[in-house]
Every structure is written in structure tokens, then in C-alpha cells.
């Protein structure tokens, strides 16, 4: 898509699929029946993430803590960099976020009406790209 600066309001956009990875759904669907169904994924901070002993402060006013002892987590997340042929050491440096993004956007892909070999994916120094 190439967009000029001229004040047109026509864009084209070409939705594709949908992929997402949220506390409490691996799907789509998954959220949308926990929607639905009023679930939370809320729970009290882990320590590893974030020690309440050192951030947590009840006091709103209290500079650099935080006010809350809840959060959501998205849990057994797993990305298979052998099956992707990623360098290990690539994926040991690359935040789990990315791999995240990169897996959502893999499953909004390959959902039903879209074409796998119409839109391959592949690594170049760290950076993924969609070709």
C-alpha cells in the first residue's frame, strides 16, 4: 500500500485474519467467550515479575510504587524457535514479546480463507519481516 500526503480519505485495507494471545485465551474465540462469560485473569503479582515487597505501596501518593497487587498474565507461552529454523542465540536475545507478536501474527495468517504460501514469513538479522 503506498500512501501519498495528498488529503485523500481513501485507504485500502486488506484485513487478513485474526490471531491473538491474551491472559486466559490462546484464540479469538477463546476471548471472545471469556468476554462473554465476564471472566478476569486477574491475580495477585507474581514475584518474579514484580516484588510487591519492594514496589507495592497502598499510598497513591507514595512516588515510584505501585498501587495495585494484581495483574494478568499470559501463561505457557512456548515459541518453537527450532521449528521456525531461528539461530538460538537470535532467540535468546530477542524479548518474548517479539516471539509473541510473531506468533499472532502466524495465526492470523493461517486462519481459514487465507492462503499460507500467499503470505511467508521468514528472519533476517533479528528482524522478521512479511513478505
Partial sequence: MELSNNNSNNIDIAVVGIG??????????????NIICKKQQFRRMLDKRLPLSEY??????VEDKI?????????????DWVK????KKTFEGTDIVQWLAVETAD????MPGT????????????????L
Wanted: hydrophobic share 30%; charged share 30%; aromatic share 12%.
Fill in 107 to 110: 495465526k492470523a495468517l493461517k
Fill in 67 to 79: 498501587y495495585s497487587t494484581q495483574a494478568a498474565y499470559i501463561d505457557g507461552f512456548n515459541f
Fill in 115 to 130: 492462503r499460507e504460501k500467499q503470505y511467508p514469513m521468514k528472519v533476517l538479522a533479528s528482524s522478521l519481516e512479511i
Fill in 56 to 61: 507495592y505501596d497502598p499510598d497513591k501518593s
Fill in 84 to 87: 521456525r529454523r531461528i539461530p
Fill in 20 to 33: 491473538c494471545h491474551y491472559p486466559g485465551s490462546r484464540s479469538a474465540l477463546e476471548l471472545r467467550e
